[in-house]
């Protein structure tokens, strides 16, 4: 069994988001066991599974990948697309954009702590597309 | 064909360390052809695919994702689980928390030199758990 | 259905290179809808989705990632293979060895701008074997 939906997110500020239970609530009832796998149609941007309880863990995030990753790095030489575009590149492909999740007894098979968060990068990222694929 | 497991690893010390053994062990009859999926249910270690041969490996692994991820950086804000949980979920994130294999002949097909890291982030990150599943 | 195709691709020189035209050159008629997993068999390189369109992307990059995973690190005990292996351990470890997309109407559902990305990590990789499985 093959189950697919495409959706897009609203717009979401340049940080790391909690959209579990949007993801929850676009998903028709799952099989008893299987995947879910979430692609993110984007290279600005990422999917990560993290801490889903405090909000300073999303905060420490976002300091630490910007300290990581700096912009206005003189040495990048893709440049036009505005000072936040070279390193939104950069983090997007160290998070990575899909993840793969257990499906277990007709639900999502995560960690009592583990939450999707959604990554956005740039400033102004605009609508996200997401491909949800079941496998079950 | 989806089949499906959990299992609870025995406590790892902070570190890299392989696992390959353990997880086929846990492994029933693999099908013909297909993918097995793991899922490492926590946010403050990771699974990772890397060299399986020499320790020394493993040693610099270590080195390196403390030195990329410093301890008690005043700037973090998630603090009140000790000096090792930030810097966990951040390491955690950068490696990721799941591992998809392609099954071959009934067997894993990894290269020669690849075996399954569990990247234990924590001083006593205690057991962790798995998911293992197997479509095919 | 599972199809499963294995495929070795001529060398590349270290960087990053975009490989999406030549996967979907390997793949034969795909299902309506599922999934298309990719495995690397190597330890000391990597794949990623990232912009398929201003080649100014790959080669920060390869300027970024060099930065982030220096060379010649006194403090690396794994040195007998050159001074590019154990970078290439960490690096690919960082990127990872494996890619899932979404199939949709046949074909791979990546965004506008994703494209495959072998990310190549030694000076002289030679020969990287993949694995290609559908599920559909």
């Not at 879910?36 to 801490?51: D, G």
């Not at 070279?86 to 160290?94: D, G, T, V």
């Not at 102004?124 to 496998?135: A, H, K, N, P, Y």
Request: charged fraction near 20%; proline fraction near 5%; hydrophobic fraction near 35%.
């Amino acid at each position: 069994m093959v189950v697919q939906k495409e959706i897009a997110l609203s717009p979401f500020s340049r940080g790391f988001h909690l959209i579990t239970r949007q993801i929850t609530g676009y998903l028709d009832e799952l099989p008893e066991t299987g995947l879910l796998h979430i692609h993110l149609k984007h290279t600005s941007a990422a999917l990560a599974l993290n801490e889903n309880a405090d909000p300073s863990v999303r905060q420490d995030f976002n300091y630490f990948i910007d300290r990581l990753v700096p912009e206005r790095d003189p040495a990048y030489t893709h440049t036009l697309e505005g000072s936040d575009d070279m390193p939104s590149h950069l983090k997007s492909a160290l998070f990575g954009q899909s993840l793969t999740i257990p499906i277990t007894r007709h639900r999502l098979n995560l960690g009592t702590w583990q939450g999707i968060y959604l990554c956005e990068f740039r400033d102004s990222g605009g609508s996200r597309e997401l491909v949800l694929t079941i496998i079950g």
